[in-house]
Structure formats: structure tokens, C-alpha cells
């Protein structure tokens, strides 16, 4: 991926670009599926170039290391916006990141950050194309408490904004709910790599199921270890951050459950027609493009979509023009409400490498 200057705000002729700072895990514990996340970005670029760009002007993404330090990356986007040298900002990246890069870019170009994340962002000119926990992680618990019959947790999560506040909010979900309830929590530094302690933990509240909060590496290391001690014979994990790549690393896992708006396997002819495209570009050997993954592809196809809507990528153009967004996507019918892509979200359980989808939560 390389950088380019950019034309005038309508296209003008050939070399007229639009540069997008494509924000993504190239290092750090996310750094596992950041491979997937370059390709979906890829194959979103190619697409839309395909049909003729955004705005008439072709689409390239600048990589941005998204797996450092948050200030780190962030001042680096910051430097491409100032320089004119980016025209948007998208990708997947953790929200630490997030609360750095929103208030260096706010007002200056559009931010469409693709992951699932905690909710309540409201900076202006952001929107929000991933899962957030009411739809999520709270009807993800009501089914495994009705279908599986698992009340009682202990959370596990890496030790940054998007554990904390969705564990708080299953927390308060939990005290208005019947029988259904949260034992204990621990957190962990991110690219914490033993999880004695974490497990002790586990195993001491007596829950029956490990309500993950962890990232990349992170959740490998911890299910991993989870296994070799045999907490898998008699405790479920659910986790709203768990992909292929990440259950490939993590070896054969029991009873291990995700909450998505995607997988791989989603038996969908949208999600069917998502993954053909991708083995035909980049072939069957390809990093899989886990949910993680295929949200870069929702990132910029809906940064492209708000685009065509305000005719411009002018942010307070977009900001203005976004609300009611309705399309089609590998996702399926998908809706841009209050800067946040309304989208169904799917209950999967693993099955060896791959996840077999069992419900539509919402």
C-alpha cells in the first residue's frame, strides 16, 4: 500500500485519488488477524475502483501500524491528516487507539472506525460500522443462559476501555436479570502472555462459563492454557472477539462460543458471495477472513457509501448525510442509525477450525 496526492473534490481525470489512512494491527497482540484485516482492505479497494472509485477518484490506503501504542498511532494519523496527505481514516484498531486518533481528526476528514467496540462514541464526524454490546454480548448471555443453561460468569479481559465498559455493561444487565449473574472479573495487561492468576480466578468463583474480553494473542495464550488444565470439561467460554485465525492458534477447543455480525461460515448468500470473491483474489491459502477481518471491508464500503450520499467527502457534508443508510452487505441488510451500522448478529459455537453458526441473536 503506498500513499499518493489527491485531486480536487470531484474527479478531474486519471491520477485524481482518495487517500484513506487505513489503520490496522501490523504488530502487538492483534497483530494475529491484521494480515486478514490488510487483505479485506484490499479486496474493498479493488472493488470500489472497480466501480469507479469514490467520488470518480480511485481509493488507496496508506497502512498505519494500528498495533502500537496508542499516542504513537495516533500522531501518526494526526501528521497525515495536518499534511493533507489523507482524505478519510478507517481500519480496525482497538479503542484506546480509537480515543486517541477521534479527537486529532474530528472535524478535519471522516472516520469510520470498523470495529466492534464498547459503545457511546459521539465525536463528530465518526461513525461506527461494528457490534456494540446491547446487540452483542447482553442477548449473546440471554441465549446461553436459555439454550446452554450457563448463569453464572467470571469475566476475563485485557485491562483497557473496551473490556472495562462492556463488562459493566454486563454487569448491570446482569442485577435486572433472573438467576443470570457475574462472579468476579480480573484484568490483565494487554500482551499479557501468563495467565496463571487469571485462571485461579476462574476456577475459584465456581462459574460456569469465562466471559472474554481479550484481544489477538491475548485470547490464544489464555484458551490455550484454559485447555491444558482441563477447564474446558466443565466451564463455557463466550467471547465477542474470537475469529477464525484466533481459534486456529488457539488449538481444538470445547465449548468455546463468539457473537458476530459475520463469520466465515455464515451460511448467507451475501456472506457466501463475500467469501467466493475473497479465495478468488487471493486464493484458497489465504489468512481467513474472520469477522474481524471483514469489518475493515464494512469500514470503507460504508466510508464509500457516505460519500455517494453527501457527494463529497467534506466531513461536515457527511456528517449531515448519513443518517438513514441502507444497503446490502456481506453482512447482509445493513443500516447506518445515529452513526452506528445497524446489523444482525449471529451466535456461533467452534467446530474444530471453523465456527458453526446456531442463531441469529438480534
Do not use: K
Request: charged share 20%; glycine share 12%; proline share 6%.
Amino acid at each position: 500500500m503506498r500513499t499518493a496526492g489527491s485531486g480536487g473534490e470531484q474527479g478531474t481525470g486519471i491520477g485524481d485519488v482518495v487517500e484513506v489512512a487505513f489503520v490496522v494491527p501490523r504488530s502487538g497482540p492483534a497483530g494475529l488477524f491484521g494480515p486478514a484485516c490488510e487483505s479485506c482492505g484490499a479486496l474493498a479497494a479493488a472493488e470500489l475502483n472497480a466501480a469507479g472509485g469514490v467520488l470518480g477518484r480511485e481509493v488507496r490506503l496508506h497502512a498505519v501500524d494500528g498495533g502500537r501504542a496508542p499516542a504513537q498511532v495516533a500522531a501518526e494519523v494526526g501528521a497525515l491528516v495536518e499534511a493533507g496527505a489523507v482524505q478519510a481514516v478507517s481500519g480496525w484498531h482497538i479503542s484506546a487507539v480509537r480515543q486517541e486518533i477521534a479527537p486529532r481528526v474530528s472535524g478535519r476528514v471522516p472516520y469510520v472506525y470498523a470495529p466492534l467496540y464498547e459503545g457511546g462514541e459521539r465525536t463528530p464526524g465518526v461513525f461506527l460500522a461494528g457490534e456494540t454490546p446491547d446487540r452483542q454480548v447482553l442477548p449473546g448471555l440471554r441465549w446461553m443462559a436459555a439454550e446452554v443453561g450457563v448463569r453464572t460468569w467470571c469475566v476475563v479481559g485485557d485491562d483497557y476501555v473496551w473490556p472495562r465498559v462492556s463488562a459493566r455493561a454486563a454487569r448491570r444487565w446482569a442485577r435486572t436479570t433472573p438467576d443470570v449473574r457475574i462472579l468476579d472479573q480480573v484484568f490483565v495487561p494487554l500482551g499479557t502472555e501468563d495467565f496463571t492468576d487469571a485462571l485461579d480466578r476462574v476456577l475459584r468463583s465456581g462459574a460456569q462459563g469465562v466471559l472474554m474480553f481479550l484481544v489477538g494473542s491475548d485470547a490464544v495464550r489464555f484458551n490455550r492454557a484454559f485447555a491444558a488444565t482441563g477447564a474446558d470439561l466443565r466451564c463455557v467460554r463466550f467471547s465477542p472477539l474470537m475469529e477464525e485465525n484466533m481459534l486456529l492458534a488457539s488449538g481444538p477447543s470445547r465449548e468455546l462460543y463468539s457473537a458476530a455480525a459475520w463469520f466465515e461460515s455464515l451460511p448467507t448468500a451475501a456472506g457466501l458471495d463475500f467469501s467466493r470473491r475473497y479465495v478468488e483474489r487471493f486464493g484458497p491459502r489465504a489468512p481467513v477472513p474472520g469477522a474481524l477481518a471483514e469489518s475493515c471491508f464494512e469500514g470503507l464500503t460504508l466510508l464509500a457509501r457516505l460519500a455517494e450520499r453527501a457527494r463529497s467527502l467534506d466531513v461536515d457534508a457527511v456528517s449531515g448525510a448519513g443518517e438513514g443508510i441502507a444497503y446490502e452487505s456481506p453482512r447482509g441488510d445493513v443500516a447506518l442509525v445515529h452513526n452506528h451500522l445497524r446489523q444482525d448478529v449471529y451466535l456461533a459455537r467452534a467446530d474444530g477450525l471453523e465456527f458453526d453458526v446456531l442463531a441469529r441473536l438480534t
